[in-house]
């Protein structure tokens, strides 16, 4: 685990979404409210689901965590779309209920290069990555 509350990690939407910036917001607190089906306070509906979650430890949901966008087929293929040349190598998975997708990169990515020598990470486990760069068509 590497944080206990996601208050603690800056790169997630909690900030966001429980205290708004003013300008150069990602997230539209409208629209999310609305799908959402919340008249109260966005700010602290979500703040109470997350402490209900934090207080039950709910486990972490890889389908989730693990992926880049998650929901209906044809959103998914749009994010993929809009990502051009940084979603190379992910693809579409069904996951959870039918009709749910998400993208993410496939789990033999790592694994079949990787099998049994994966270790710490040292300084002799490096590459140097100009030299090893493989760019997408």
Known sequence: M?????KEWSHGGYHEIIEP??????????????LLDIDDDLSKVYSG????AVDERIPRQPGWTESV?????????KVKKLLGGKACGRRAHEVG?????????????YN?????K???LRSENKLIWDIH???CP
């Open 2 to 6: 590497v944080v206990k509350h996601p």
């Open 21 to 34: 910036q003013q300008r150069y917001r990602i997230i539209s607190r409208d629209i999310l409210k609305r």
């Open 49 to 52: 689901w997350v402490q209900a």
């Open 69 to 77: 966008a998650v929901g209906c087929k044809d959103f998914v293929k």
């Open 97 to 109: 209920k039918a009709g749910s997708y998400a993208l993410k990169e496939p789990l033999s990515a």
């Open 112 to 116: 079949d290069v990787f099998e049994g």
């Open 118 to 120: 994966m270790g710490l």
């Open 133 to 135: 760069l493989v760019k």
